[in-house]
């Protein structure tokens, strides 16, 4: 694989879908008051520092299970869209770490993966690099798996210039995060450009005057916001970003990746899903049909569920990656059946239209503990009328089944 630069667009829709509940939106504007941890550096074991690798030659597999599941809260959606895609994962221990402060390291392979490279970063070419720079040593011992995603990122710029230190194990801070997801969008020049927009954060003078730009123009994109607390405005260029946190800022920058191959899909499902596939009508009443990914992630009720759970009706946000659907949002449930199967006397009959005979309603009624009963249905358009439809009229014994109070079969008896 050459070196040359491959985009591709991991993940899909811009950041007001994506904020499906504005909960997460509001956890991660004011620090995630209540879902943020105090995870020291020291809480990490280097040895087992790598993420999860779950992979199959060149075949990456998802495991949607966390053990600190109930950590993830706000940050789900966001962890299960990028995870679905091996942008960001979990460790080898089974815990994906939600509040834990991200490191340097990670943020710069979640970035070469939100570009499409990590094939490319995980090539021997890339792994076997010499890097020049000065803890390229510690590097290379304690993160040799790392070693291709820096190389990488050194060869798409998402190093600065004076930067001679990698600092893997260092706080990724809100500003260096921002700078270097504006970096993977290859939106510097676009940056820079704004280095003399005034920012109306309180603490904007701890702002370097040459990161303005990557601070304004992430702003503008949605990419980064600041906080609201007692002192008013503020950024906090300078505060670590948890893994949670990350998550989120890495699903909106996605959004801004150029040559993206992912759909964001809204509709009905005309039918549970059959043989791996779903298809979906569209709102203009058009139908696509989709094929789920092995690891396709589905939420619904606030909640993981099954492909098995999907039922016709249920209204969805779809998203794809490679031609697969990946993420599926059921955004309003299908109304629950209530199957029903009567049998009564023909009591009362009404008609949309006499002269065609279509029918709007029928009432039966039947004895029950010695008194009568009286039970009314409209009737479908398409009910089916099975038997001699001459003797449909009152005083008829008939057999009714239908659901949710409307008759689809009227059986003569």
């Known amino acids: 694989m050459t070196k040359q630069t491959m985009w591709k667009k991991t993940a899909i829709s811009s950041l007001a879908l994506l904020m499906l509940a504005g909960g997460a939106t509001s956890a991660f504007a004011d620090g995630g008051k209540g879902n943020r941890g ?32 109930k950590e993830l809260k706000w940050a789900l959606e966001y962890i299960m869209r990028l995870a679905s895609k091996g942008v960001f994962t979990g460790y080898n221990d089974g815990t994906f770490k939600p509040n834990q ?35 390229a040593d510690k590097l290379e011992r304690k993160y040799p798996w790392a070693v291709g995603y820096v190389s990488v990122a050194l060869e798409n710029d998402l190093f600065a210039e004076t930067e001679t230190e990698v600092n893997p194990e260092e706080n990724a801070t809100r500003l260096w995060s921002t700078i270097l997801l504006i970096k993977a969008l290859k939106l510097e020049d676009e940056a820079k450009a704004l280095n003399n927009t005034k920012l109306d954060f309180k603490d904007a003078d701890q702002i370097p005057a040459g990161s303005v730009g990557y601070v304004a123009l992430a702003l503008q994109k949605g990419i980064i916001t600041g906080y609201e607390d007692k002192r008013g405005k503020t950024f906090r260029p300078n505060q670590p970003v948890t893994r949670a946190e990350l998550a989120a800022l890495l699903d909106r920058t996605d959004t801004e990746m ?49 492909v098995s759970a999907l039922k ?15 993420f599926i949002e059921v955004t309003k449930p299908a109304p629950v059946v209530a199957a029903f199967n009567e049998l009564g006397i023909v009591n009362t009959i009404t008609y949309t239209d006499n002269s065609q005979g279509k029918l709007a309603t029928i009432s039966i009624a039947r004895i029950e503990n010695g008194e009568t009963v009286v039970f009314i249905y409209n009737v479908d358009a ?32």
């Not at 992630?297 to 569920?305: E, L």
């Not at 009910?383 to 949710?404: M, R, S, T, W, Y």
């Open 382 to 413: 398409s009910v089916a009328v099975i038997g001699n439809d001459d003797l449909l009229k009152q005083g008829q014994l008939v057999q009714l089944k239908g659901e949710n109070g409307t008759v689809k079969e009227i059986r003569i008896i």
């Open 258 to 306: 150029p040559d993206h191959d992912a759909q964001a899909i809204s509709g009905k499902l005309k039918a549970a899903a059959s043989g791996g596939k779903i298809t979906v009508v569209k709102a203009d009443n058009s139908e696509v049909t989709l094929g789920l990914d092995a690891n396709v992630f589905i939420f619904r009720d606030d909640k993981k569920a099954a």
């Open 38 to 69: 105090h995870h020291d550096d020291d809480d990490r074991d280097d040895d087992r520092y790598e993420e999860r690798d779950d992979r199959d030659d060149d075949n990456y597999k998802v495991t949607w299970k966390f053990e600190d599941e």
């Open 101 to 135: 402060k991200i490191s340097r390291i990670e943020t710069l392979v979640a970035a070469v993966r939100l570009m499409g490279l990590r094939a490319q970063a995980e090539s021997a070419a890339e792994m076997n690099t010499e890097l020049q720079f000065r803890d």
């Open 312 to 326: 016709a009706g249920d209204e969805v946000l779809v998203r794809t990656y490679q031609n697969k659907v990946v």
